[in-house]
């Protein structure tokens, strides 16, 4: 078992201070939506500090690299004092405990989401027993939205302005402009 962990652009890993609580908000985040980010801010609220952690999986080629979505996140979360973004490869329990995490977080937008949800957090309390998964829902009108299927509006050339912040819209523009 294994993990590393990338601190990448600089953003900085402070590290856990004694008595701080800290969670995970691990995913793909290819790219971050508003569901996404309405998770985010839940999870700062009931955390002293959260660490949102972008999976690296070399077998699932993404629309956005490693670096990009980090930074799309950083952009989309920086007003909040106590969320750091990094990216980590390996095991979710491993890179969770090494950072002094008590939880994961994950959200949780409707039925269809609950059986891989239910199986990922049952399978992570195995290999980790003291870390929780802490499920949360993000507001109603953004239950229907996923990476995915804003990545096909906008390869369509619908509008997402509504559903990603900012820096993403901008992120997707460029990127089907370039045909990618
Ligand atoms: O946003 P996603 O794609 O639903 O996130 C899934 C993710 C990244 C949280 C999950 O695939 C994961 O935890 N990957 C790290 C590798 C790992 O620990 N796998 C075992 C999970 S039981």
Same mark, same amino acid.
């Given at each position: 078992?294994?993990?590393?962990?990338?601190?990448?652009?600089?953003?900085?890993?402070?590290?856990?201070?004694?008595?701080?609580?800290?969670? =995970?908000?691990?995913?793909?985040?290819?790219?971050?939506?508003?569901?996404?980010?309405?998770?985010?801010?839940? +999870?700062?609220?009931?955390?002293?500090?959260?660490?949102?952690?972008?999976?690296?999986?070399?077998? $699932?080629?993404?629309?956005?690299?490693?670096?990009?979505?980090?930074?799309? =996140?950083?952009?989309?979360?920086?007003?909040?004092?106590?969320?750091?973004?990094?990216?980590?490869?390996?095991?979710?329990?491993?890179? +969770?405990? $090494?950072?002094?995490?008590? +939880?994961?977080?994950?959200?949780?937008?409707?039925?269809?989401?609950?059986?891989?949800?239910?199986?990922?957090?049952?399978?992570?309390?195995?290999?980790?027993?003291? =870390?929780?998964?802490?499920?949360?829902?993000?507001?109603?009108?953004?239950?229907?939205?996923?990476?995915?299927?804003?990545?096909?509006?906008?390869?369509?050339?619908?509008?997402?302005?509504?559903?990603?912040?900012?820096?993403?819209?901008?992120?997707?523009? $460029?990127?089907?402009?370039?045909?990618?």
């Amino acid at each position: 078992m294994g993990f590393e962990i990338f601190d990448l652009a600089g953003g900085g890993l402070r590290g856990v201070e004694k008595g701080m609580r800290l969670a =995970i908000y691990p995913g793909s985040f290819d790219p971050i939506t508003n569901g996404h980010v309405d998770v985010i801010s839940r +999870a700062a609220s009931l955390f002293d500090e959260v660490l949102v952690a972008v999976a690296i999986n070399d077998a $699932k080629q993404g629309l956005f690299t490693m670096e990009e979505r980090v930074e799309m =996140i950083r952009a989309a979360t920086g007003r909040f004092p106590n969320v750091k973004v990094v990216a980590f490869e390996g095991l979710l329990v491993e890179f +969770a405990r $090494k950072q002094g995490a008590v +939880a994961v977080v994950r959200g949780l937008r409707a039925v269809s989401d609950f059986e891989f949800e239910f199986q990922m957090a049952l399978m992570n309390r195995k290999l980790e027993p003291a =870390i929780e998964t802490v499920f949360l829902t993000p507001r109603e009108e953004y239950t229907y939205l996923s990476s995915r299927i804003v990545k096909e509006i906008a390869r369509l050339g619908g509008p997402v302005d509504a559903f990603v912040p900012g820096p993403v819209v901008e992120g997707l523009r $460029k990127r089907l402009r370039m045909g990618g």
